[in-house]
Structure formats: structure tokens, C-alpha cells
């Protein structure tokens, strides 16, 4: 967007000076009054930059008020302009923090980290299909290195029979790792899997299950393969893909985000 009027800009009026004995015609009446309108027109514009100039999809143009504050429609992100140099100092909001590049007193940058969503409402399966599912936001993992970890607890009751629970991911899941249980009784389940950015369009995945009942682990990992934009929305879940007895449920999950 374009500035009408930079505000610092606007001027006084100042009356033409009239010399004794002057003639007084038309035209220079007109230049008074020319001058006038030119102020007022300039004050209205001002007062209408000020208005509009504080959102849109580019910053406003000339941008040369230090201090000034503007949201940046395109990427739901506020900036401030510090130095009069332009709107280039993020503000950190509850929406988009996740998304914002913080400073180090090195030369490093980071983003910020902790847990994005969680859930305890329980769901019991004793057929396969989706456990629990979470929506992870466009461009959360928006760095390369940068990591999502998925805790989860589960309980299998009923009869004795073997699962498998996967961890998927994707716009339409699909499994990244999985962890097969056998001739479980009851008991818990935990699952932790971390998912790794690795490029714009793969991830590093990650996790470990152990099992109370039968006192073991499992361990997997998934190399990153490229199929994932992860500039728009995805989902992450725990799907029961199989289950020969008993009931699976699911007891509470959290997602975090990591450095």
C-alpha cells in the first residue's frame, strides 16, 4: 500500500503577506485560497494514512515514521518500525509466536517451543481406526531441525489379543511409524515420537512405546520422504491399525513444539 502523505510532512498555513497600497485582484485571492485547499486536502489525507495505513498484504510506502505499528495481512503478523528504516521488528502475538524467528544475544536465531495442543477426552476402540487426531497449523514447523514431539498414554483391557497403533502425518494422514503389541491383557501404553523437519516437504520421525503389561519397548524410525507441505495445515494422529481382542483406548496426548 501507498502512503498519501507522510504526516511529518504537513505544514501550517501561512496567509499571503499584503504590501500597503497593493491591488487586490482575483488571482491573488486564488492563491490564497489554493493554498487553503492544499492544507486541507493534505490534512484529510494524512488522517485517512493514519487510518489506513496500519494493515494490508505489503507495508505502506514511503514508510519513514519510526515508531510506527503495522499488520501484515499476508502472514497474519505484526511489525513495528523502530528506526524509521521500515516495518522489520516482528511482534510476538498469541496467533502466529510460534511462527516468528527470535534473536539470541549470539547469532543464532530460535523459535519458541512448548505444547501447542493437548487432549484427555478418552476413546475406546476395539476396531481399528483413528485413536486420536491433532491439527498441526500451516508453516508450524517452519525451520529446518525444528521438531514436534507427541506424547501420548493409552490402556488396553478386555481380552487378550495383539495391536498396532500408528503414528501418521500428512494432509491426509498416512503412517510414519508403528508399534505392534502382543497378547496384551491390560496395562498402559506410552508412545513418544518426534517428528523433525528435514525440509520444507519431509520429516524425520522418530519414537519409542512401552508397554506396562508386558514390560517391553519398541523403538522406531522413519527416514523423511519428500510428500509433505509444510506450509499448510496437517494432521497428526494415533490410529489403531490392527487389533485381533481387547480394547484399545486412548487416555490424553500432548503435542509441543521444540526448538
Known sequence: ?????DISTLADYSPRTWVQGEDADASKFQTDFDAIETAISNLNKAAQDVNSSHSGATAPTPNT???????????????GDP???????????????????LATA???????????QRN??????????????????????????????????????????????QVRFGTTPTSR???AFTADTTGAYYIEAILSRISATAVDVAGVALSEAEG????????????????VAQTLDLNLSAISAGTVTFQGAFVEILL
Do not use: H, P
Not at 500500500?1 to 502523505?5: A, E, G, R, T
Not at 500451516?138 to 498414554?153: C, S
Open 1 to 5: 500500500m501507498s502512503q498519501n502523505i
Open 65 to 79: 515514521i519510526a515508531g510506527q505499528i503495522f499488520f501484515d495481512t499476508d502472514v497474519d503478523i505484526w511489525y
Open 83 to 101: 528506526d524509521a528504516s521500515g516495518a522489520d521488528d516482528e511482534f510476538l502475538t498469541r496467533i502466529k509466536a510460534y511462527s516468528i524467528d
Open 106 to 116: 549470539g547469532t543464532d536465531t530460535f523459535k519458541l517451543s512448548g505444547v501447542t
Open 120 to 165: 484427555t477426552t478418552e476413546n475406546g476402540r476395539t476396531t481399528t481406526g483413528v485413536l486420536r487426531a491433532f491439527t498441526i497449523a500451516a508453516g508450524m514447523l517452519g525451520t529446518n531441525d525444528q521438531a514436534l514431539r507427541l506424547t501420548a498414554y493409552l490402556d488396553k483391557s478386555g481380552a487378550s489379543g495383539t495391536c498396532t497403533i
Open 177 to 179: 511409524i508403528s508399534f
Open 216 to 231: 517391553d519397548s519398541v523403538a522406531a524410525f522413519n527416514a523423511g520422504s519428500a510428500d509433505i507441505d509444510l506450509t
